[in-house]
């Protein structure tokens, strides 16, 4: 079992830039895959941006490529989430999961997920 907490999530302006953070509670995720999927209100979940166990391999929506980076330390036991140049479109509940070693994009693969984090972006 892995408990995940996201934190960073916040209000800012059009073109502002965020940091989100995801930890597991209480044990590393060291050997875990790692993805970050966003909800805003009405519409269904949707993947952001994934990254392998090692940190080797990644991948972006198209929607946030350019702009967001993925990232992990497995000596910190963080995976963080830099977003920049946030818009408005970019408002929703952001979600990291987890899932063992290998990336996915398909929210349905991973098998841990935290509470989320809330971002606005205002225009």
């Known amino acids: 079992q892995v408990q995940l907490v996201e934190s960073g999530g916040g209000l800012v302006q059009t073109g502002d830039s965020l940091r989100l953070s995801c930890a597991p509670s209480g044990r590393s995720f060291s050997t875990y895959a790692i993805g970050w999927f966003r909800q805003a209100p009405g519409k269904e979940r949707e993947f952001v941006a994934t990254?392998?166990?090692?940190?080797?391999?990644?991948s972006h929506a198209d929607s946030v490529k350019g702009r967001f980076t993925i990232s992990r330390d497995n000596a910190k036991n963080t995976v963080d989430l830099q977003m920049n140049s946030l818009k408005p479109e970019d408002t929703a509940v952001y979600y990291c999961?987890?899932?063992?070693?290998?990336?996915?994009?398909?929210?349905?693969?991973?098998?841990?997920w935290g509470q989320g984090t809330q971002v606005t972006v205002s225009s």
């Open positions: 999961a987890a899932r063992p070693f290998t990336i996915a994009v398909v929210g349905g693969d991973y098998y841990y």
């Open positions: 990254i392998d166990w090692s940190g080797s391999s990644t």
